[in-house]
């Protein structure tokens, strides 16, 4: 930059330059995209010219979103162009500026650029194309990118990827895989960037045979197992239930980056292996590897887990000497911690501290924990803050209700029955899903599209009568709905989770352990029923569910029902 300092004042200086557009040009790619530049001197050297041409367009709208933290500063830049008119945006521009908007997920600034692509007539650019793919898919609308997929005639293997990476990043595990195996068809041989994408297509999913399969296929390939891959395969086999086998590759690595340490602090978290994760905390400070914000969300998930208060207090005081500002989910560990050890008063002071406002789930954190403790008052202030901010998501309505009926404040439990009622509130649907033979099978409640319904369904009568048998009565109440008692019970045995796991019993032999996935938290009857379950029929189950992993053998859970 110094050099280049000189170099610019001298051509401001020296009448003999001139024209001085061609070299300032090529001063501002410099400045704004290159490793030792300086975008700040980027911005005052482009709004000097007065004239730019779509060079000079073209590197601000990359450079400024190659900074960290990146904002839609690069869509001014773009916008900023087509209002000037004098210079048309080629294909790079195009290009640069979806991937801006992919950046920071501006989906309908993107879109508009999309349809600029045929305004401009670069529609049919594969690089254009590739790039519009690119946007669809990291915005999540996958539909669109799998349309735009299909009309790229050569499709390279940055396409390949995008696409498959933007099936896993919303779990869609089985269209991101078949799209891999027809990646091989047409001989688009993969990289580490296809490898990592499938492999946390299966540590979503929770879908392990597939994820070793993939990993063998690695081996085979002789694909390099780079720092990136390694640690997304310890993050797949954490994720999928195989500690044993995470911690293994974890210490086959040769070097470890940060992101490997926090795969496997969180893994162990995830587990309910406090110890290892804190243990494995202080190797990583000793091997003087810096620790992120995952690394803490890690260990003060661990202490959450295992009621280390004080750790885990201590861990929050530290993170300001790593320079790590506390985010809403740091905020909703530590709020978790203090509820689970009953200490809701000071949850609810560190709440009020926040820089910013909370979200619904610290907000339902904090409910959770006066509906355990039976405080009414603060219980109500807080439900009502939550359902402003979430009106319409049944598990609220739930906890208030609950939180009333362990007041036996009853009038009120019908009068929050109604309100949901007259909101039309419908439940986040239950998902549960069970890898069998390398294919995802997904259930909801009550779900009878699958092609063995009838088979399940018997096998859920099976296990109904034989839990009863047991001893077992259902706790009809944590089902809100007006129902009758029979009726209740039934909708408790048509749970996803109970639907995967009767599943999961009619087409697998112990010992293979049966593995179930959850969108959201295990319900408590069908914890109780899993261990019952594991019990009769003898049989390893282990549920991951949105917060934890359940680990279910003998009748009795890793989680010693804390969770
Ligand atoms: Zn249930
Ligand atoms: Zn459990």
């Not at 010219?49 to 000079?56: A, K, L, R």
């Not at 001014?76 to 950046?103: D, E, H, I, Q, W």
Request: charged share 25%.
């Amino acid at each position: 930059m110094k050099i280049v300092r000189q170099i610019h004042s001298h051509i401001l200086t020296n009448p003999l330059y001139s024209p001085k557009h061609y070299a300032l040009t090529k001063i501002l790619a410099f400045c704004a995209l290159s490793p030792f530049g300086d975008i700040d001197y980027a911005r005052r050297v482009f709004s000097k010219i007065s004239y730019p041409n779509v060079f000079s367009y073209n590197s601000m709208i990359r450079g400024s979103s190659l900074i960290e933290n990146p904002s839609k500063e690069p869509i001014t830049y773009y916008r900023k162009m087509l209002r000037k008119g004098y210079a048309n945006p080629n294909s790079f521009t195009l290009a640069f500026a979806l991937k801006a908007c992919a950046v920071v997920s501006a989906l309908g600034e993107g879109r508009q650029i999309h349809s600029h692509t045929f305004r401009y007539g670069f529609d049919s650019s594969p690089f254009v194309q590739t790039a519009v793919l690119n946007f669809y898919a990291k915005c999540e609308e996958i539909s669109v990118a799998q349309q735009v997929f299909d009309e790229i005639p050569e499709k390279n293997l940055i396409a390949w990827s995008a696409m498959i990476s933007g099936y896993a990043r919303i779990g869609m595990v089985n269209e991101a895989l078949s799209l891999f195996r027809e990646m091989q068809k047409v001989d688009v041989r993969p990289d580490e960037v296809t490898m990592v994408s499938v492999i946390s297509a299966c540590a979503k999913a929770g879908a392990l045979d597939l994820g070793r399969w993939v990993h063998a296929f690695i081996d085979k390939n002789g694909i390099n197992l780079d720092v990136e891959l390694s640690s997304a395969l310890v993050d797949m086999y954490a994720k999928c239930g195989c500690i044993e086998k995470a911690k293994t590759l974890f210490d086959e690595m040769p070097e470890r980056d940060t992101k490997a340490w926090s795969a496997m602090v969180v893994g162990y978290a995830v587990h309910g292996l406090a110890e290892d994760a804190l243990e494995l905390f202080s190797r990583m400070e000793k091997a003087k590897v810096r620790p992120n914000h995952v690394t803490f969300i890690g260990v003060l998930c661990a202490c959450a887990h295992s009621g280390l208060v004080s750790e885990g207090q201590q861990f929050w005081s530290s993170m300001h000497t790593f320079g790590i500002e506390p985010s809403m989910e740091h905020y909703g560990c530590m709020v978790d911690l203090l509820c689970r050890a009953g200490l809701i008063e000071e949850a609810y002071s560190l709440v009020e501290t926040m820089p910013f406002s909370p979200n619904s789930i610290i907000w339902r954190t904090l409910l959770v924990g006066c509906k355990n403790k039976g405080i009414l008052d603060k219980g109500e202030f807080i439900a009502e803050r939550l359902l402003k901010l979430e009106p319409l998501n049944a598990e609220n309505y739930v906890l208030l209700s609950n939180l009333y009926a362990s007041c036996s404040r009853w009038e009120k439990v019908s009068y929050v029955r109604k309100k949901m009622k007259e909101s039309g509130v419908k439940a986040v649907p239950g998902c549960s899903s069970i890898e069998v033979d390398g294919f995802v099978h997904e259930f909801v409640m009550g779900d009878e599209s699958h092609p063995e319904a009838k088979e399940i369904k018997e096998m859920l009568r099976d296990i109904c009568e034989k839990v009863r048998h047991a001893g077992h009565e259902p706790w009809t109440s944590v089902v809100l709905h007006d129902l009758g008692e029979e009726e209740k019970e039934n909708t408790l045995c048509e749970h996803s989770e109970r639907l995967a796991i009767a599943f999961g019993l009619l087409k697998t032999k112990a010992p293979v352990v049966i593995r179930v996935v959850k969108n959201l938290r295990v319900c408590a009857d069908c914890h109780e029923v899993t261990k019952i379950i594991s019990e009769l029929y003898n049989r390893e189950i282990i549920v991951r569910d949105r917060v934890r992993f359940h680990r279910i053998v003998n009748g009795s859970c890793s989680c010693k029902d804390y969770w």
